[in-house]
């Protein structure tokens, strides 16, 4: 059996081919979701790279879809493609969770305790006096990283269930105080020290 026969044959047409676009346009529509977060950080490098390889993949799946214009289930699995592409798109940025937010949380109560706690978990935090429409409140700042707000907005719905909040995205920040993060570089280097000290040990045996 030749190559042209299996392009021709009712397997390809049908399932081969219909599943290849489909993961065609879930890959190039996730790493365009990503794309998206590395352009709106600056990132001059990672951005371009990931463009290319996003642009390539969607002319190779569109080019199909223009050999079988005549074909309607190529254009849903298509649809499909970008549908799903989205949400595993969104699902990396989340799970990356790259970059810095800004909180802003405004406060009737008394803003100390859930200052001291916010400082207790090392997000440097500054208290600004104000007057609301309903009298005076407290507004607090911090700067955090993204990893870390579902531990910010739990800090802050324990402390002061009621208390205003707006978390925004933020491009650059100067320095500031963050908890540690277990970066890959921070993890390699402990996992070698561990190979090391291992190794020593083994050495010392002998």
């Known amino acids: 059996m ?17 599943l290849l676009i489909f993961f065609a346009r879930v890959l190039d529509v996730s790493l365009g979701t990503v794309r998206i977060m590395f352009v709106s950080r600056g990132d001059r490098l990672v951005a371009p790279l990931l463009g290319f390889f996003e642009v390539f993949i969607w002319v190779t799946a569109i080019g199909q ?36 937010l800004a909180v802003q949380i405004i406060t009737k109560q008394d803003a100390s305790r859930l200052t001291a706690l916010l ?16 009298g005076a409140v407290d507004i607090l700042f911090t700067v955090i990283n993204r990893s870390d707000i579902q531990k910010t907005v739990e800090l802050i719905e324990t402390c002061n269930p009621g208390a205003f909040y707006t978390i925004e995205d933020t491009r650059n920040v100067n320095a500031g105080v963050f908890p ?3 970066t890959w570089k921070r993890m390699l280097r402990t996992r070698r020290r561990h190979l090391q000290r291992k190794w020593r040990r083994m050495r010392k045996g002998k």
């Open 2 to 18: 030749d190559i042209s026969s299996i392009l021709e044959s009712g397997l390809f047409r049908w399932v081969i081919l219909p």
């Open 65 to 100: 879809i223009m050999k079988h214009m005549d074909n309607v289930f190529y254009y849903m699995v298509y649809a499909g493609g970008f549908a799903a592409g989205n949400y595993i798109g969104i699902t990396i940025e989340d799970k990356l969770a790259m970059g810095k």
């Open 119 to 134: 400082r207790k978990h090392n997000f440097g935090t500054t208290v600004v006096p104000a007057k609301g429409k309903n």
């Open 180 to 182: 540690k993060q277990k």
